[in-house]
């Protein structure tokens, strides 16, 4: 196994850093987290959703340097043949790459209303109609592939490059307390239960930094 190393910015904050964190967990890969500090002015910037372009996450492997959830879902599906990011079967690989598409490019009204925030809780709170939308959509997704695959997970028994993708949703969903029907809050907890998400988690309830603008009042 070649040495691998991925730079990662908030955990609290980042859910982008989180989706490529647990590509990582799921593929198998041995690597070490190399975390930015939030002084850093492109750290700042995209977790404010400024910057131009993101490179956090970034996997180091092997001297490689790879930036971009789905590209490092890629290159790890191809270099790790053990790997379970993407189903087995093509029509269903061509789903899962879809539905990963939409939220690597889509939603953008959740991201805005709805900052990830795993310090945070606001019960009650209210989703506005543009936000509503795009959980609406989401959680048609959820069903979907619930129904299809037979579950736990998007995409049968074990989690794949499209759970990575949707859990930053799970934990939004906790802490804005968006309702949602049994099926869906089910899937919700089953994903913010995972080992890989509790340790993300244990350590962002640690992170002493914080970025004041995403502190908002609600």
Not at 2 to 9: F, M, P, V
Not at 28 to 35: D, Q, R, Y
Not at 100 to 126: D, I, V, W, Y
Request: charged share 25%; glycine share 4%.
């Amino acid at each position: 196994m070649a040495k691998a190393s991925l730079t990662i910015s908030s955990r609290n904050y980042s859910s982008w850093c989180l989706r490529g964190w647990l590509i990582c967990k799921f593929a198998g890969l041995e690597f070490e987290a190399v975390k930015v500090p939030l002084d850093d002015a492109s750290a700042r910037a995209e977790l404010l959703l400024l910057a131009p372009s993101f490179l956090t996450p970034c996997l180091t492997h092997d001297g490689l340097k790879v930036w971009d959830t789905l590209a490092i879902a890629e290159f790890l599906n191809e270099t790790l043949p053990d790997a379970t990011l993407l189903p087995k079967d093509p029509e269903a690989r061509a789903h899962c790459r879809a539905i990963c598409g939409e939220m690597h490019s889509g939603f953008a009204n959740l991201r805005a209303a709805l900052p990830m925030n795993l310090k945070a809780s606001h019960p009650g709170f209210k989703v506005w109609a543009g936000a509503q939308s795009d959980i609406d959509r989401i959680v048609a997704i959820w069903r979907e592939q619930l129904a299809a695959s037979g579950g736990p997970f998007l995409f049968g028994k074990t989690p794949t490059l499209a759970d990575a993708m949707y859990a930053p949703v799970c934990t939004r969903f906790v802490t804005y307390d968006v309702a949602l029907d049994s099926e869906c809050a089910a899937y919700r907890d089953r994903i913010v239960s995972l080992p890989e998400m509790q340790e993300w988690k244990a350590a962002a309830l640690q992170e002493p930094d914080e970025v004041e603008e995403l502190e908002v009042e609600f």
